[in-house]
């Protein structure tokens, strides 16, 4: 087996164009987080990293280990303690309209309807409903929710809730999804469908992603390049590209030596087996 480890070196042209480099979304540079108080935590230290724009990147790493706190200082819902964060060119200080976070669970409003919760976003930004109601109506078809708008989330299955949740910050349109274990408290099934529904958006809509998992084989199916953190406090230890072709299908993916590779390869260096 022999597959590259790198770290791509952030202002290089893309491979083999000559072309001028794209954007970065977001841009991490020696991030240091620390948690003060009686039990002070040094959550990461030194932590680099660029994600172009329409990149999928994903993040593992020990439990512990910073992931959900970088994504959060990402995301402008943390401060960080040294260092430098960028979206879209400028300093991180605050959220902004152009990320979108999606968690664990969902965070759907119990008492509105899948159509009122993919609404509020509107309400919330004094956007007209109006504007947002086509959208909906389609978010709402394409993440397979057709005939549950007027449900209410306890009457949604998890997979359900969570497509929801993830419609809710489509139809904000960020250019950013920050996905920190979106599918995490899903069954394995669950999981796969919408692990292709989302490869499908990303593609569709031209995102960039940045996901925070425990999955090896979700890292691996559907991003461009896995970043692999050490224990806290946090590092960037690994950069490793993910040289799959695209579209992914399951069938396709999962029956390519490559991908088995990339698997062992990221089970070792988690100390998996
Ligand atoms: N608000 C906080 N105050 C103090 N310590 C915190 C806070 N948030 C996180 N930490 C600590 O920072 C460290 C990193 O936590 P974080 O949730 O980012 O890890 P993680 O890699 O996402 O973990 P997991 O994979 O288990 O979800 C942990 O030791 C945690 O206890």
Same mark, same amino acid.
């Given at each position: 087996?022999?597959? =590259?480890?790198?770290?791509?070196?952030?202002?290089? +042209?893309?491979?083999?164009?000559?072309?001028?480099?794209?954007?970065?979304?977001?841009?991490?540079?020696?991030?240091? =987080?620390?948690?003060?108080? /009686?039990?002070?935590?040094?959550?990461?230290?030194?932590?680099?990293?660029?994600?172009?724009?329409?990149?999928?990147?994903?993040?593992?790493?020990?439990?512990?280990?910073?992931?959900?706190?970088?994504?959060?200082?990402?995301?402008?819902?943390?401060?960080?303690?040294?260092?430098?964060?960028?979206?879209?060119?400028?300093?991180?200080?605050?959220?902004? $309209?152009?990320?979108?976070?999606?968690?664990?669970?969902?965070?759907?409003?119990?008492?509105?309807?899948?159509?009122?919760?993919?609404?509020?976003?509107?309400?919330?930004? /004094?956007?007209? #409903?109006?504007?947002?109601?086509? /959208?909906?109506?389609?978010?709402?078809?394409?993440?397979?929710?057709?005939?549950?708008?007027?449900?209410?989330?306890?009457?949604?299955?998890?997979?359900? #809730?969570?497509?929801?949740?993830?419609?809710?910050?489509?139809?904000?349109?960020?250019?950013?999804?920050?996905?920190?274990? $979106?599918?995490? +408290?899903?069954?394995?099934?669950?999981?796969?469908?919408?692990?292709?529904?989302?490869? #499908?958006?990303?593609?569709?809509?031209? =995102?960039?992603?940045?996901?925070?998992?425990?999955?090896?084989?979700?890292?691996?199916?559907?991003?461009?390049?896995?970043?692999?953190?050490?224990?806290?406090?946090?590092?960037?230890?690994?950069?490793?590209?993910?040289?799959?072709?695209?579209?992914? =299908?399951?069938?396709?993916?999962?029956?390519?030596?490559?991908?088995?590779?990339?698997?062992?390869?990221?089970?070792?260096?988690?100390?998996?087996?």
């Amino acid at each position: 087996m022999n597959l =590259k480890i790198m770290n791509k070196p952030q202002d290089a +042209a893309e491979p083999g164009t000559g072309a001028a480099p794209q954007a970065d979304a977001i841009r991490v540079a020696n991030v240091v =987080k620390r948690f003060p108080g /009686k039990h002070a935590v040094n959550a990461l230290e030194d932590v680099s990293l660029a994600i172009r724009d329409r990149e999928f990147v994903s993040i593992l790493g020990p439990s512990g280990c910073g992931k959900s706190t970088l994504l959060r200082i990402v995301a402008g819902l943390v401060p960080h303690s040294e260092g430098l964060v960028q979206v879209c060119n400028r300093a991180m200080v605050r959220p902004v $309209p152009e990320i979108g976070v999606v968690f664990q669970t969902s965070n759907m409003l119990p008492w509105l309807t899948v159509e009122q919760n993919m609404l509020l976003g509107a309400e919330l930004r /004094k956007l007209p #409903r109006e504007a947002l109601a086509g /959208k909906v109506r389609e978010l709402v078809r394409t993440l397979g929710l057709s005939g549950f708008e007027n449900s209410y989330p306890h009457q949604l299955s998890g997979g359900m #809730r969570q497509r929801a949740s993830i419609g809710q910050i489509l139809a904000l349109d960020p250019k950013i999804l920050l996905m920190d274990e $979106p599918f995490g +408290a899903l069954d394995a099934l669950t999981r796969d469908l919408l692990n292709v529904e989302l490869l #499908r958006i990303w593609q569709e809509h031209m =995102k960039t992603v940045l996901l925070v998992t425990h999955s090896i084989q979700e890292a691996v199916f559907l991003s461009d390049r896995v970043l692999v953190m050490s224990g806290r406090p946090g590092r960037i230890i690994h950069d490793i590209s993910i040289d799959l072709p695209r579209p992914r =299908k399951p069938e396709h993916v999962k029956t390519n030596p490559r991908y088995g590779e990339y698997i062992a390869q990221l089970s070792h260096i988690m100390g998996v087996y």
